[in-house]
């Protein structure tokens, strides 16, 4: 697949927005250079500004899936079929124009959801303790179809790191408010093992992205138990 990498000029005019926590901008002309790479990252996807009535999100697995019997290839296993689909779905990550769509889930147009994986039916019920593993991308720096590893952050990649948690629509806590009230609305519509990318704007994360105006990218699972 051919990779969409943002020409050289692009890098560097978001690299002038990243000074976003400098001191002499007032916090309008740091909204708008948040809403400026958001709707930058935004354009270059696929987006539905409404949740589907039924709720029924289109995510990339499903995708993948469909592009696999569209495909005719006949798997020797199922160990041998969740690696095609695995590999399609790497291609879709790529390849914008025909990954999943990132759908808007709140009125104030904070948090913009991708579904990579529905995870099962059981959903948390409010003060439930929902554990979860992400990495998360200062959008100022991530740059579409690119290998952005180096500027990721989080316990995702390490099992030696300890799952982080929160209670399900409690921001009473701090194990909640912490983390922000954006990594929770996924949760309104799917269920544990859930897998998405979220666009979090600055007011719907933790208090330090609230303050410094910056937007997140975050990948994250859920699960109900530690992992």
């Known amino acids: ?24 901008k007032s916090y309008a002309e740091l909204l708008a250079d948040e809403n400026y790479v958001v709707n930058d990252f935004l354009v270059r996807h ?30 020797a ?16 990550e790529k390849d914008p124009s025909k990954d999943a769509p990132y759908y808007r889930i709140d009125d104030d147009s904070n948090v913009y959801m991708q579904v990579i994986s529905v ?14 593993r992400f990495t ?9 179809g690119a290998d952005n590893t180096l500027i990721g952050s989080g316990n995702a990649d390490s099992m030696n790191s300890q799952s982080t948690f929160f209670l399900f629509e409690n921001t009473s806590v701090s ?8 990594i929770q609305r996924p949760l309104y519509f799917l269920g544990y093992n859930s897998k ?6 600055s007011q719907a994360g933790p208090e330090t992205d609230m303050s410094y105006v910056v937007p997140y990218l975050y990948t994250i699972t859920y699960y109900k138990s530690m992992i």
């Open 1 to 24: 697949m051919k990779k969409l990498i943002f020409p050289i000029f692009a890098i560097i005019a978001l690299a002038f927005l990243t000074s976003s926590c400098d001191d002499s």
């Open 77 to 92: 296993d199922e160990a041998a079929y969740e690696q095609a689909i695995v590999e399609i779905m790497a291609s879709l």
């Open 46 to 75: 696929h987006v539905v500004n409404y949740v589907p009535s039924d709720s029924v999100f289109i995510s990339r697995r499903d995708i993948a899936e469909k592009m696999y019997e569209e495909s005719g290839l006949t798997a």
């Open 136 to 144: 998360r991308y200062n959008l100022f720096y991530y740059v579409v």
């Open 196 to 201: 998405v990318n979220i666009v979090i704007k």
């Open 175 to 182: 194990e909640s408010t912490q983390y922000g009230t954006g």
């Open 119 to 132: 995870g099962t039916d059981e959903k948390p019920k409010k003060n439930d303790r929902v554990y979860f």
